[in-house]
Structures are given as structure tokens and as C-alpha cells.
């Protein structure tokens, strides 16, 4: 847990969130300010700043948020694929547009036109 690290004070349940998905290592949860009708976040529970800083110790760890995300995005009423869909995001650093420096993957879904992106 990072001190003011808003994600980890959602991880340890200290701020409300609307749950997805959770496990021993990654928390999913609704992104707060949605840029489509589907936008969750994903999150290792373990405090990541961002992906400028995962190493080879993080890759089990990427590959499952991954391969778990078009499984959520389903569940939360992305179509399937190829006519329905979902975008994958994770910003990096203030030039790619980071503003919680914690790890997260952003899934956004759902029939267009969306607010954002
Ligand atoms: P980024 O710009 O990639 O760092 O995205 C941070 C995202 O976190 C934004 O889309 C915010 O809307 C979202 N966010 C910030 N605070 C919360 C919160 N308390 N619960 C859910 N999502 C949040
Ligand atoms: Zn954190």
C-alpha cells in the first residue's frame, strides 16, 4: 500500500468502489467518470506506479489482468467480438496522459457514440 495512493485505499476497501471482478492479486471496478457506456479498471492489488516500472516479476501478473479483461468485458455487456468489442488503455507518465499513479488498464465498450475516445 502507497500512502495517498487512491487505488490502494480502494483495494483495502478504505474507498468505496463498484466492484467488477476480484481475486488474491487484481481488483476490477467501474472507472468513476465513464468515457463509454462499458469503463472498468483494472488493478493489481500490490501498488505498481505505473508500467514504466514492471519487470519481468510483474509478467504472470500483466498476462492475467489480459486475458481476463475481454472475459469482464462480456460480463459487463461489451458484444462480442467483431461486431461489438472493447478499447484497452493504460496510460503511462504525465505525457501519456497518467493521472492515478497506480497501475491500471482501462476497458471501454459498448455501443458508440461514447463520451471520450
Ligand atoms: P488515468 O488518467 O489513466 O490515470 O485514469 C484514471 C482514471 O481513474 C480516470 O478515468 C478516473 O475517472 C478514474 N478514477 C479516479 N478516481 C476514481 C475512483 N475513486 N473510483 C473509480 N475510478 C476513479
Ligand atoms: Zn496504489
Not at 480502494?10 to 467518470?33: C, M, Q, T, W
Not at 492489488?45 to 509478467?59: D, L, W
Not at 462480456?74 to 503511462?92: A, D, K, M, S, W
Request: charged letters at 20%.
Amino acid at each position: 500500500m502507497s500512502d495517498n495512493c487512491i487505488f490502494c485505499k480502494i483495494v483495502a476497501g478504505a474507498i468505496p468502489s463498484r466492484k467488477v471482478y476480484e481475486d488474491e492479486d487484481i481488483l476490477a471496478f467501474h472507472d468513476v467518470n465513464p468515457w463509454a457506456p462499458v469503463h472498468f479498471l483494472m488493478v493489481p492489488k500490490r501498488h505498481i506506479p505505473s508500467m514504466a516500472q514492471v519487470g519481468p516479476e510483474h509478467a504472470a501478473l500483466l498476462g492475467r489482468m489480459l486475458t481476463l479483461a475481454p472475459q469482464l468485458a462480456l460480463q459487463e455487456g461489451c458484444r462480442p467480438y467483431p461486431e461489438g468489442g472493447f478499447r484497452i488503455v493504460t496510460n503511462t507518465g504525465a505525457e501519456g496522459g497518467q493521472e492515478v499513479h497506480h497501475l491500471h488498464v482501462h476497458v471501454m465498450g459498448g455501443p458508440r457514440p461514447w463520451a471520450r475516445g
